[in-house]
C-alpha cells in the first residue's frame, strides 16, 4: 500500500532550485561558525536560489520561515545546516512536507556536532569547515530525488522480553489498553531481582509484599499469555511485522496439573545450593519451586543434578512429573517488542575486592537481602556466614564494581539507598549493633531519599567518607578494615562481625544475547542505548522496539516501573493505529541494465530480493534500504535510492575544490 | 592562509547507525578535534563502495576512512562483514597503487564511542600530516 500523497511531485529533471537555511542554534553554532558568511557563501553555489540564517530553524518561527521560503522562492529542495540528523531529520522532512515538497528532497547538514563544538577555538577554520559542508549538500541537494515511503499494517500483539517489574508494568499496560501480550522470562517464575530483594527504600516496605500481588495481576490478566522458562531465539521481521521464535524450555513437570503443593520437593533427596534465587546461601532440591510467592507456582526439575530416583514422580498425587518432556518451541507474530532484560549484580573478584571470595564474613549486599528476608535462607535472622553467629559490628563499603575507572565509571545509582535501607534494617532489629557506612558520596537525589538518609544518621549509623584501603581478618573470622575518614584524617581499623559489599549493576549476558538479537545499539556502559537520552528514553533505533528499566542503564524501581509504562505507551501507538510507515529509502533495479545475474540476491540479510524468470524481484516491504546488494551488482542496475552512486560522487567531488574556484 | 600550517582532507564514509552517531557524540562531549574531516553519510557501511573509496582518492582526498557498527552489531544484520570483506580488496589495491597504507583506515565505532571517534581523527590527521598531501592528488586541488 503506497502512502497517498497531496505533495507536489518533483521531478527530477525539473531545475533544483534550492533554499539554504543556516541555523545559528543560538549560540551552540552561531557562537563559533560565522552563518552570515556561510549562507553568503552558500548564495554563490549553483542552483541556490535563498540562502539565508536562522536563530532556530527547528523552532516553530524557523520552520515557518522554511515553508514561507519553498512559497515564496518556489524551492524543489530545501537544506538546512544545523544539528544532526539523528534527532532532526524527521522534524525538518515533515516541515518540507508542510510546506508542500516531497520529504526526501530534504538534504541535511551537521555543522554543530560535526563543526562548531569540535572546533570551539578554531572559529576561521570552523566557519570554512562548515562552509564546505554545506557545499557538499548543495551539491547532493542537487541530485535528490523524491520517495515515497510504505504504509504497513501492524500486527496488532506485543512481545515483552523479561518480567521484572518494569516488563511485568508494560505487560499489564498494553493489555490493559486491550492488546494481546506475550510475556517471555527466562527464569522459571516472573518477579526478576525485585522478588528476591528484603524491603525497598525509602518506605521500608517489603519487596515482595508489593510485587507479589502484581505478578499474580500479570498471571489472571486474560489479554497476557505468560511464557516462563522460556528465550526468545530467533527476531525477524520490522515494524508491525516482527516474527519471534521462542524456546520453552523443559521443566519435566506438566504446568497445567501441578499444583505448587511441594510434596515431591519434600521427597527430593538431592540438595544443591541455591544460587536462582538465594544467592548460594540457603539450598534447594533437585526438584524445586523457586519461591513461595513464584508466578507460576509450578515445581522445576534441574535435572543437571537429579540422579532419577523417581522419589518424585511417587510423591507427586497430580502425576505432573514428566521426565521425557521436552523443550518446544513457539512461533509468535508480533507488531512491537519491548526489551525488559534487567541486569546482573556485579560480581566482586576476590583479588581486588576487598577479600569478597577468601574471607567467609564479606558477603554482597544482594546476599544480606536474602539473609534479612523472612524467606530467605535464614527465615530472616541475620547471622554472619563463618559461625551463624549475629554480627554486633557491620560495616558496608559503598560504590564496589561502579564509579572506578579500573571496572564501571558510571554510578549504579541504587547502591547508595540500598546500603541506607540495609544498615536501618539491621539497627531496627539489633538496636545495640554498631553499623558502618564507607562511602564516596552519598546519592540520594528523589523524593524522601535525603529524608531517608536523615533517618539513617540519626538512628545512630555511622559515616566514614572514604574507601578502605586495605581488607584483612582476625583469627576469630572478623574482618579488618582499614579506611581513612577523609572529612577528618582520622585512620581507622574497624573490626566487624560482617563486611557488606554495595555492590552496582552490571549488563547481563542474556541481555546481551537478546540485544544482538535485535541489533539494539549499544551503550558505552554495556546497556542498552536509547534512540535520544533526553527525548526518547525508551525508544530504540529500531522503529517498533523499545527499552525499559535496567536494561537501558542502571535504575531504582520507580524509575523502571516508569520507563515499563513509558515503553507501553511508546509501543501501543504502534498497535492503536494499525500502521506504521516505513523508510521510503530503499533498493531499486533498472530493469533495462540488469541481466539477472543474482549476485545480489543472497547479499540480501532481509530475503528481500529473488529471481523470477531472469529478472530481479525486490519485495519492498522487506528492503531496509541498506545498500549492500548495490554495491554487489556487477552492472549497476540496483541503486539504493536517496544514496545513489551519483548522488555520493557529487558529494565526494565537492569536498575539494581546485585552485581559484 | 599563508602561514597556516597544511591541512589535510579526509574523507570519512560512516554509517547512519554507528560511526556517524559516534562522530555527534564526539561533538555532544566536545571533544575537540583537527577540521580535516569530511564524513559521506551511508546507511551502511556496506553500501561502501570500493569504487567510492577510489573515487574519492582521485577526487583529491588526503586519506579515506572506512568506518561502521562493530562486528556483530551491523543493523542490517552483517553490512560490516560485506565491508570487511570489500575492504580487504581495497588494502591490496592501496599496495598496488603505491599509496601508504595509513591513507587507507578502517574502524568500528559504535554510537556511543565519542572519545575513541576523536581520537581516531587526531591520530590519522597527525599521520598524514607527517606523510604530506596524497600522490593522487590532482594538481591544483584542495
Known amino acids: 500500500m503506497v502512502k497517498e500523497s497531496s505533495v507536489k511531485e518533483t521531478e527530477a529533471a525539473d531545475t533544483p532550485r534550492i533554499g539554504v537555511f543556516v541555523c545559528e542554534c543560538g549560540v551552540n553554532i552561531g557562537g563559533v561558525v560565522n552563518c552570515r558568511a556561510v549562507a553568503d557563501y552558500a548564495s554563490t553555489l549553483p542552483n541556490v536560489a535563498t540562502s539565508v540564517v536562522n536563530k532556530y530553524a527547528c523552532s516553530d518561527a524557523g520552520q515557518s520561515e522554511i515553508k514561507q521560503a519553498i512559497k515564496d522562492h518556489d524551492l524543489n529542495r530545501v537544506l538546512v545546516a544545523s544539528c544532526t540528523p539523528k534527532t532532526h531529520e524527521p522534524i525538518f522532512r515533515a516541515c518540507v512536507e508542510e510546506g508542500g515538497l516531497n520529504p526526501y528532497l530534504f538534504e541535511f547538514v551537521n555543522i554543530r556536532e560535526h563543526c562548531s563544538w569540535i572546533h570551539m577555538q578554531d572559529k576561521e577554520n570552523a566557519t570554512k569547515k562548515a562552509s564546505e559542508l554545506v557545499r557538499m549538500g548543495v551539491s547532493r541537494a542537487q541530485l535528490l530525488e523524491p520517495l515515497q515511503s510504505t504504509v504497513v499494517p501492524v500486527t496488532n500483539k506485543a512481545l515483552v522480553i523479561g518480567a521484572g517489574v518494569a516488563g511485568m508494568q508494560a505487560a499489564l499496560d498494553i493489555a490493559d489498553m486491550g492488546y494481546k501480550v506475550y510475556l517471555v522470562e527466562k527464569n522459571p517464575s516472573i518477579g526478576g531481582k525485585m522478588a528476591q530483594l528484603d524491603k525497598t527504600f525509602p518506605t521500608n516496605d517489603c519487596s515482595i509484599c508489593i510485587l507479589g500481588p502484581k505478578m499474580v495481576e500479570v498471571s489472571r490478566n486474560r489479554n497476557i499469555q505468560l511464557m516462563t522458562y522460556s528465550e526468545v531465539e530467533e527476531v525477524e521481521g520490522y515494524v508491525g511485522n516482527f516474527r519471534a521464535r521462542v524456546r520453552h524450555k523443559s521443566r519435566f513437570v506438566d504446568v497445567t496439573t501441578c499444583t505448587g503443593c511441594g510434596s515431591c520437593v519434600q521427597k527430593c533427596p538431592i540438595e544443591v545450593p541455591d544460587f536462582e534465587f538465594n544467592e548460594g546461601i540457603g539450598t534447594r532440591k533437585a526438584i524445586y519451586v523457586p519461591f513461595p510467592q513464584a508466578v507460576p507456582l509450578r515445581a522445576v526439575v534441574d535435572r543437571s543434578v537429579c540422579i532419577d530416583c523417581g522419589a518424585c514422580i511417587k510423591a507427586c498425587q497430580s502425576h505432573s512429573i514428566k521426565m521425557e518432556q521436552e523443550e518446544t518451541f513457539s512461533d509468535l507474530e508480533v507488531g512491537v517488542i519491548v526489551v525488559t532484560t534487567g541486569y546482573d549484580i556485579y560480581d566482586p573478584e576476590p583479588a581486588n575486592d576487598f577479600g569478597y571470595g577468601i574471607y567467609d564474613n564479606v558477603i554482597t549486599g544482594m546476599e544480606l537481602e536474602r539473609l534479612l528476608n523472612a524467606s530467605g535462607p535464614t527465615m530472616g535472622k541475620l547471622v554472619r556466614p563463618s559461625d551463624v553467629k549475629p554480627p554486633k559490628r557491620v560495616g558496608f563499603i559503598q560504590c564496589v564494581g561502579s564509579r572506578d575507572k579500573k571496572r564501571n565509571r558510571y554510578c549504579s545509582g541504587f547502591c547508595c539507598m540500598y546500603a541506607l535501607k540495609d544498615a536501618q534494617l539491621i539497627k531496627e532489629k539489633y538496636p545495640d549493633s554498631e553499623v558502618y557506612i564507607m562511602y564516596m558520596d552519598i546519592r540520594a537525589p528523589f523524593r524522601n531519599y535525603e529524608e531517608f538518609y536523615d533517618r539513617a544518621r540519626d538512628m545512630g549509623i555511622k559515616f566514614i567518607r572514604g574507601k578502605p584501603g586495605k581488607v584483612s581478618e582476625d583469627r576469630d573470622n572478623s574482618v579488618i578494615v582499614r579506611v581513612e575518614d577523609t572529612l577528618t584524617n582520622n585512620i581507622y581499623n574497624l573490626e566487624l562481625d560482617l563486611l557488606v559489599l554495595s555492590v552496582g549493576a552490571v549488563a547481563s549476558e542474556s541481555s546481551e544475547r537478546v540485544r544482538q538479537l535485535l541489533k539494539v545499539s549499544r551503550a558505552a556502559d554495556g546497556f542498552m542505548m536509547e534512540a535520544h537520552p533526553k527525548l526518547k528514553p525508551v525508544d530504540t533505533t529500531l522503529d517498533g522496539i523499545f527499552i525499559g528499566g535496567v536494561t537501558q542503564g542502571p535504575k531504582d524501581i520507580p524509575y523502571s516501573v516508569s520507563q515499563g509504562s513509558a515503553c507501553a505507551a511508546r509501543a501501543t501507538r504502534y498497535l492503536a493505529q494499525g500502521k506504521a510507515t516505513t523508510e521510503g529509502i530503499t533498493v531499486e533495479v533498472d530493469e533495462d541494465i540488469c541481466v539477472g545475474c543474482g549476485i545480489c540476491v543472497p547479499m540480501c540479510p532481509f530475503q528481500a530480493l529473488s529471481l523470477a524468470d531472469g529478472k530481479l524481484a525486490i519485495i519492498k516491504a522487506l528492503c531496509k534500504g541498506c545498500g549492500t546488494c548495490a554495491v554487489a551488482c556487477p552492472t549497476g542496475a540496483l541503486q539504493q535510492s536517496h544514496f545513489k552512486n551519483q548522488q555520493l560522487f557529487a558529494q565526494v567531488r565537492s569536498v575539494f575544490t581546485f585552485e581559484g574556484e | ?142
Not at chain 2, 34 to 51: N, W
Not at chain 2, 117 to 131: C, E, H, M, S, W
Open chain 2, 1 to 142: 592562509m599563508a602561514g597556516t600550517e597544511w591541512e589535510p582532507k579526509i574523507v570519512a564514509f560512516c554509517c547512519n547507525w554507528c560511526s556517524y552517531g559516534g562522530a555527534d557524540t564526539a561533538g555532544m562531549g566536545r571533544f575537540q578535534q583537527p577540521s580535516s574531516l569530511r564524513i559521506i553519510r551511508v546507511m551502511c557501511s556496506g553500501r561502501i563502495d570500493p569504487m567510492h573509496v577510489f573515487n574519492a582518492f582521485l577526487e583529491g582526498a588526503d586519506a579515506v576512512l572506512v568506518t561502521g557498527c562493530h562486528l556483530g552489531d551491523c543493523h542490517y544484520v552483517n553490512g560490516n562483514y560485506k565491508a570487511q570483506v570489500r575492504y580487504q580488496f581495497l588494502e591490496e589495491m592501496v599496495r598496488e597503487l603505491g599509496l601508504e597504507p595509513e591513507r587507507l583506515q578502517l574502524n568500528w565505532i559504535s554510537a556511543s564511542e565519542g572519545e575513541k571517534f576523536a581520537n581516531f581523527i587526531r591520530d590519522v590527521t597527525a599521520q598524514i600530516k607527517q606523510l604530506g598531501p596524497s600522490p593522487l592528488k590532482p594538481e591544483g586541488v584542495n
